[in-house]
């Protein structure tokens, strides 16, 4: 398959990858989901939920390669977030990496050398506007809180698809489908208050649905604990060349509600 119609097939599934997470670069045996596990989440609030959040993007904006990709879908590497967001250094980005590597082969039995699928590191571009429009416990942030998002992606290059492993042994999915890992949105509040760091990874695989895809995360925070991100996603061409982003991205803490350890499995 062309370069170019891959580009197109990927267009709406990689912004997913709002995916975020900033996974300790300390120890890799110990992931950011294995610490947050046993935390507390105190008072059932009346609405069921420690925390609820809505990440949205509708804004048009210019694109390297007609991509939501900083440097484009193939010319990134998403390192510039790695270093200069999240202030790793190069062993700790090689630590992340190998995290990321690990995770595919557990969950999906994925091997990211595959022919079959594309692995790579990412940053969303800013110019999406990527952005928290809600969040309880807080003041609404007129126009949004932006996110700063980036990790690692595969995604499923072959046009017959791709048979999973690991947890997902005997499913098919189909070209276009990706997997996030690693990934941390970061969510910038202004100079005079705390950025928040949110960690994320698949839940499952994110395959494309109509002209869209879905949203399947697992996310961790250090205080409000696990939770979920499900959403949906479009993009559009315009006619002047640029592309928009239409994203709704809905995060709950714990994320089935406080009963989740409750349900029937």
Known sequence: MEKRGLTNIFLVFFFSLMMALSFSASALDESSFDKHANHSHGKNNPDNLI???TFISTRPFNSVDGTFFLDGLFGGDGMGFFK???????QQIEQK???AIAFYASRFGIDVNNPKVYFTGFQIDPGADYRVIMMTGE????KGYPIIDGGFAVAVTDPAGLDLGGEFMGTHVPAGTVFAAEGTYVIKRGKERKDIVINYQSRGPMQPVGTGGVINC???HPVWGKGLGWGYFEFHNLKNGQIT????NVLTFPGLGIEETMIQK
Request: glycine share 8%; aromatic share 0%; net charge neutral.
């Open 139 to 142: 003041e609404n942030p007129g």
């Open 245 to 248: 982003s239409q994203v709704r």
């Open 218 to 220: 697992e996310v961790v």
């Open 51 to 53: 925390k609820a959040m």
């Open 97 to 99: 990496r190998n995290a």
């Open 84 to 90: 200069n967001v999240l202030g790793l250094t190069d």
